[in-house]
């Protein structure tokens, strides 16, 4: 099913997707990678998150007129975050993280405990996804992080699509595709075994 | 020769490479999205959409504008030599804030990124002499996510063809869906180590759809394009028929000792542009 979810996200809503649901959020998320999750985790959020969406990105932006204007916003390889994710998650608040290639078991673990889910958005989306940023509303840590690692908050408009890759219930469609995967590999090399 | 003519073509260039797909890859992704359905079908629709989106706004389709690549041939007797390299990097950082490009060199010690895309031994030049008096410029900037999922096998030789094959499909499936497939596996088998992997990085400067000009190989590479997408990984590892778009293979003689096969991969964001500068300083830009 596809639906439009507006932050504040309730853990009831978060519960409620489930692998394979097509979301649009729109509202206010904000981007964090791997030195965000880290000054987060050590110096607590800069702003107040409580049913906010998390996006893995490190987006290009530019500064018209002071005013900072996203150009290109896809999302980044989310694996990366899955060393902290899950205490990412037990300490704030998000329900949807956006990000591509999906994570692992522990994240997988704290989506159940707290009521979130991860949402797939396409690689290399950065042109879609600007589109759907309306303003940049702050960052924080810039001048420490930089461009890519600051954490930028993003108004958003019908952002997406996301696809529930991983839920509040145990399910990944990473595991599902994986063990299909398996599967076909064994034809694979069968095939290879039998060939010239 | 105008200087600041050839470093506005190249500046166009990048630009162009950057915020719109070649027609062969654009061709390819839409036949897979006639072939998907589910996740799959929904990751390739807003891959088009993207793609719609960058060439209209000419801004970058991807926020990962790569690290900046120029593969030159040039002819040992084009006139306009001496002054290239100081242009394509004049080039590189006016393209950086003009489209812009996000800054993307970072010392791998000090961490300091100098914000123009330009550090040690970056832009990547290549540089290949051949005979003429023109100068053609390919153009193949590429994003960290799938320059990660590059790989070196030194293979022991008595593995064969079939040794070779085993290695490529269990090393592109492996990735899943790390490189954003469907995308371009580029292989170079021979050689040493550097120069295999040379090769898979040149042989993605060939169209989706092309084939080696020698039969075997070409069979190759179609036989590995079919393997790659009978495991089923899909767009973006989301699960479906689309693993890549396309297998690229060159070779060169190896050491009897040896058996090299280094895979480049490229995202399905294939971003390329080609720049043809004439003895008389006629540039165009395809």
New interface residues.
């Given amino acids: 099913m596809e639906r439009i979810l507006t932050t504040p996200i309730s853990e009831l809503q978060a519960r409620g997707l489930h692998v ?1 649901d ?1 979301i649009y959020i729109t509202g206010t998320i904000f981007t964090a990678r791997d030195e965000a999750h880290l000054m987060m985790l050590e110096h607590g959020e800069p702003l107040p998150i409580d049913g906010l969406a998390v996006y893995h ?4 932006v ?1 500064k018209k007129d002071d005013k900072w204007r996203i ?4 999302p ?2 989310s ?1 990366r975050m899955e060393i902290f994710e899950d205490r990412f998650l037990e300490k704030f608040p998000v329900r949807v993280i956006i990000g ?3 994570m692992g078991e522990n994240t997988l673990a704290a989506l159940h405990k707290v009521g979130a889910v991860y949402t ?12 759907a940023i309306s303003e940049v509303s702050d960052v924080y840590w810039l001048d420490k992080l ?3 690692e600051a954490v930028w908050v993003l108004s958003v408009e019908e952002f997406g ?1 996301l ?1 529930v ?1 991983m839920d509040a219930h145990g399910e990944s ?2 595991d ?3 063990k ?2 398996s599967e ?2 064994k ?3 069968d ?3 039998r ?1 010239t | 020769m105008n200087s600041d003519e050839v470093i506005e073509h190249l500046v166009s260039a990048i630009r162009q490479a950057e915020t719109v797909l070649c027609q062969d890859v654009v061709n390819a992704l839409e036949q897979a999205k006639e072939e998907e359905s589910g996740a799959a079908r929904v990751q390739l629709e807003a891959m088009l959409k993207n793609v719609d989106a960058a060439r209209d706004g000419s801004i970058p389709m991807c926020q990962d504008t790569g690290i900046q690549t120029f593969i030159v041939h040039v002819g040992a007797k084009f006139p306009g030599l001496s002054s290239l390299r100081s242009q394509i990097i004049d080039a590189v950082r006016r393209a950086t804030s003009e489209i812009p490009l996000r800054p993307n060199t970072v010392h791998p010690f000090t961490g300091e990124n100098p914000g123009d895309n330009v550090g040690e031994h970056i832009p990547y030049i290549s540089w290949d002499i051949v005979d003429g008096d023109t100068c053609v410029i390919d153009l193949l900037p590429k994003g960290g996510g799938s320059e990660n999922c590059g790989a070196l096998g030194m293979l022991p030789p008595g593995v064969g063809i079939k040794g070779v094959k085993r290695f490529v499909v269990d090393y592109v499936v492996g990735c899943a869906g790390k490189p954003c497939p469907p995308g371009i596996v580029g292989v170079g088998i021979g050689g040493g180590a550097d120069l295999s992997l040379k090769l898979a990085k040149l042989s993605l400067l060939r169209p989706v759809g092309s084939r080696h000009p020698e039969g075997n190989v070409a069979a190759l590479e179609e036989e590995l394009r079919d393997l790659i997408n009978t495991s089923g990984i899909g767009p973006m590892g989301m699960g479906g028929k689309t693993t890549c778009l396309d297998v690229h293979i060159e070779y060169a003689h190896r050491h009897p000792a040896s058996l090299p096969v280094g895979i480049v991969y490229q995202c399905w964001s294939d971003r390329r542009a080609r720049v043809t500068i004439d003895a008389h300083g006629k540039i165009e830009v395809t």
């Fill in positions: 394979g097509v990105c490190g987006p290009v530019q150009v290109s916003a896809g980044t390889t694996a591509k290639g999906g797939h958005y396409t690689g290399g989306a950065g042109a879609l996804a600007a589109r930089g461009m890519p699509p696809t890759t469609l990473y599902t595709v994986g299909t995967v076909n590999m034809t694979i090399h095939r290879i075994e060939s």
